[in-house]
């Protein structure tokens, strides 16, 4: 069991179209986290949840938008695409004691 | 604010050691390692908090300077294993668990 998935796994899309992926975790944890990934970046915060409706921005966050209506579900929104955000997108979930986040598989997102 | 990785690259041969240096200009919480190999997500190695005590694992370890807000990760007798891009976060007192990761150390053991 993954604990934890992301979905769309890859998508494609166009400049100025919606898309939205989401973050899925079944250890009912409250703190939950979206990066970006990429080349000569590392991994760039974009929003964190600390719990359902409780959201933050990170240090990217400029273009996208989070919501959290259940403690298992984090969905990350590109309002309308552009090819700044072609990107690896990482969703990830912290422990509630040390803190140590659980990183989901990557979604690969290229906005043409 | 994001935090300094040094050195960008290392090039090993296996059982050859090497530092990989993690520092902040802020106060910090937390210092937390990560590993990721290519086309993989991160995985958690390893996390100093702020008043504890250097961490070890088999042979990677660290250490976290509170004074000088800075973490070193120590890897001995590298593995061919041991590959991969090292990453560390930090964590800024008082920002609630908010991780800030800095632009990795890409770590290469050959044969």
């Known amino acids: 069991d993954a604990g934890i998935t992301q979905s769309p796994r890859h998508k494609v899309t166009e400049t100025g179209t919606p898309v939205t992926l989401r973050c899925h975790q079944t250890?009912?944890?409250?703190?939950m986290y979206w990066y970006r990934q990429d080349p000569g970046h590392g991994l760039r915060l974009i929003h964190y949840s600390y719990g359902v409706k409780d959201t933050d921005k990170g240090e990217v966050s400029d273009g996208y938008s989070v919501s959290r209506s259940k403690t298992e579900d984090f969905l990350l929104t590109l309002e309308s695409a552009t090819s700044s955000q072609t990107s690896v997108y990482f969703c990830?979930?912290?422990?509630?004691?040390?803190?140590?986040?659980?990183f989901g598989e990557g979604s690969r997102l290229t906005v043409l | 604010q994001q935090p300094v990785q040094s050195p960008q690259a290392v090039i090993l041969r296996e059982g050859e050691d090497a530092v990989i240096n993690c520092s902040s200009s802020?106060?910090?919480?937390?210092v937390h390692w990560y590993r990721q190999k290519h086309g993989e997500a991160p995985v958690f190695l390893m996390i100093?908090?702020?008043?504890?005590e250097q961490k070890g694992h088999e042979k990677i370890s660290a250490s976290f300077n509170e004074k000088k807000q800075q973490s070193s990760l120590y890897l001995t007798a590298s593995q061919l294993s041991y590959s991969g891009t090292y990453f560390c976060?930090?964590?800024?007192?008082?920002?609630?668990?908010?991780?800030?990761f800095g632009s990795g150390t890409q770590l290469t053991v050959l044969p």
């Open positions: 250890e009912n944890h409250r703190y």
């Open positions: 100093l908090l702020k008043g504890g």
């Open positions: 976060g930090t964590e800024l007192s008082g920002s609630a668990r908010q991780l800030t």
């Open positions: 802020k106060a910090l919480y937390s």
């Open positions: 990830a979930m912290g422990t509630p004691n040390t803190g140590e986040l659980f």
